[in-house]
């Protein structure tokens, strides 16, 4: 392989040309793609463990992925979604430096859930 063209003479290297192809496609691979984390909660949750899911929003939205909040409800528990619905809006009102959400909360079947992104100027 030529290492340096432009010098008098020019500059070569014997390499194998197996572990070359094999470096450049590591190389390659170093691209950090977003998926998609989601969390869990009930609409009873406590304080203690809202925080905790909170941290780990953050720190998902942080590393650039999308969170998807996935608030269940259990049994009878259904008739308090105007509860549920507080719950959500406190969640994307509390990581707003961090991330927003795509759009608001909906309900489905017994799951009530809302998809945060994170902001492009964070990244």
Known sequence: MEV???????VCRILDYGKF????EK???????????????TSKIEEHD???????????????H???IRLYFRG???IYKERGRE????????????????????LMGKNMEIYLV???EGR
């Open 4 to 10: 340096a063209p432009q010098a008098n003479p020019p």
């Open 21 to 24: 192809k094999y470096q450049q």
């Open 27 to 41: 190389k390659k691979k170093k691209k950090h793609t977003p998926s998609l984390k989601e969390i869990r909660m």
């Open 50 to 64: 809202f925080k905790v899911k909170l941290k780990n929003a953050r720190r998902f939205l942080e590393e650039g």
């Open 66 to 68: 999308k969170v998807k």
């Open 76 to 78: 009878r528990e259904i």
């Open 87 to 106: 719950i959500l809006e406190r969640v994307v009102k509390e990581v707003g430096e961090v991330g927003r959400a795509e759009a608001p909360p909906r």
């Open 118 to 120: 994170p902001n492009k």
